[in-house]
């Protein structure tokens, strides 16, 4: 490959050219800790997004979606603290009435900007909060204010999760920036709570999409914290062409494939980082199947063992109870004989041909203590594969949950 990934220290959405950002502490939250963040590019972009596969969709993201209809916007806000779901036609004219609230002052189209909220369901956005907290922001507005507003998002994430990459292909060169946020409610099918992804790339509006699709389908839809999927899942990408790069399409070409697998490092970043801050979390595993018949089995068994409570739980307790994790793959919808399988944690084999391997049990548990670790599952039927990307279900997960709304 005739290009160089280089991974930004401390990036974030703002380190891509022509991208400046704020955040505050509006008052939305009872923690008084910040809750509003803009995002903004000093020309309108090519957008994408991609959104939750749940029924119940918040009100802002469906405005969101409205705007993004022709495939542009030059910013965007975010709340925290409250979802501005379930709240009917009046929070369809909330969001929208936010969306303008930023324009104006900005002196861009309404349409132009996407309005997300996060939080507490069943609540109506205090609106004249939010009105005086982007009076506060549009001043304070600077191309180093990614973090800002990566803790403007936070809900009961403990810490902000920024990622940036620059791309130096073929005597061009562009950067690729974002920001997410979620720490429960999260197996989106879809994308994850809030992902901001902004690039100085030039690109249209249907290969920004397509490349969109491509990246978090490899990365935030292979996440499972516990099963969950919000009613907000969003994940948005901006592209304001202010870098020197040549017009980026989805070919074969060197170009695309370094922006795709920059954008790609972006997202799996992320999803590691939201991962490990998870609610409760104290362990993260990637789940590898490989030697399915097709893909999709390959995927609906990395899935289901990720989703499983029991197998999040035996993780928790570094309890090697491997007939959980290929219980798991048998109900998962997928084709295979069970008799043809082998299985490992780490490298230590837990099963052969459908069989116990024999494994030294203390060294099991031990192996199992490390926060970050490996399972393999070879079905033994074909040449697919596929991961997933899980976490472990802790007592903490429940006392974060009991009391959700008086920690937000």
């Known amino acids: 490959m005739n290009y160089e990934i280089l991974p930004i220290e401390n990036g974030h959405a703002t380190s891509a050219k022509g991208f400046k950002a704020a955040g505050t502490a509006a008052g939305i939250k009872k923690s008084g ?72 002052p900005l002196g861009i189209a309404t349409q132009d900007v996407l309005p997300n909220s996060t939080g507490v369901i069943g609540i109506y956005l205090p609106l004249p909060l939010i009105r005086e907290g982007i009076e506060k922001l549009i001043p304070r507005l ?30 061009h060169a562009f950067t690729i920036g974002g920001c997410a946020k979620g720490a429960g409610m999260i197996m989106p099918n879809m994308a994850t709570m809030l992902a901001f992804l902004t690039t100085d790339a030039r690109i249209s509006p249907s290969s920004l999409s397509w490349f969109l699709h491509e990246a978090v389908e490899s990365s935030f839809n292979r996440l499972s914290i516990d099963g969950d999927t919000s009613c907000c899942d969003t994940a948005i990408l901006m592209a ?63 899935r289901s063992i990720a989703n499983s409570p029991l197998v999040k739980t035996a993780i928790h307790g570094c309890d ?74 802790s007592k903490a997960y429940i006392d974060i949950n009991a009391d959700y709304r008086h920690r937000t």
């Open 240 to 302: 304001n062409g202010l870098s020197d790069s040549t017009d980026i399409l989805p070919e074969r070409d060197c170009v695309s494939e370094a922006f795709l697998a920059a954008l790609k490092e972006v997202c799996l970043d992320l999803t590691h980082q939201l991962a490990r801050d998870g609610e409760g979390v104290t362990k993260v595993v990637t789940v590898q199947v490989k030697g399915a018949r097709a893909p999709d089995d390959a995927l609906r068994v990395a």
């Open 33 to 104: 800790k910040p809750d509003l963040g803009i995002l903004v590019s000093q020309v309108r972009c090519t957008a994408a997004g991609m959104f939750t596969t749940n029924r119940l969709k918040g009100a802002s993201l469906r405005v969101t979606q409205e705007h993004l209809a022709d495939g542009h916007a030059q910013a965007l806000i975010v709340n925290s603290g409250n979802a501005n779901a379930c709240t009917s036609e009046r929070g369809l004219v909330d969001a929208r009435e936010m969306a303008r609230c930023l324009a104006r």
């Open 320 to 393: 090697p109870n491997w007939g959980r994790l290929i219980t798991a793959a048998g109900y998962s919808g997928a084709e295979f004989d069970p008799t043809q399988c082998a299985l490992w944690i780490g490298d230590i084999q837990m099963m052969h041909r459908g069989q116990p391997a024999g494994f030294d049990e203390a060294a099991a548990h031990a192996f199992m203590q490390q926060p970050e670790y490996t399972i393999t599952l070879d079905l033994g039927q074909g040449d697919h594969s596929d991961f997933y990307i899980m976490t472990d279900l």
């Open 142 to 171: 600077r191309a180093d204010g990614g973090l800002e507003l990566a803790q403007a998002m936070m809900t009961t994430d403990t810490v902000p999760k920024t990622a940036a990459r620059r791309v130096v292909v073929e005597g």
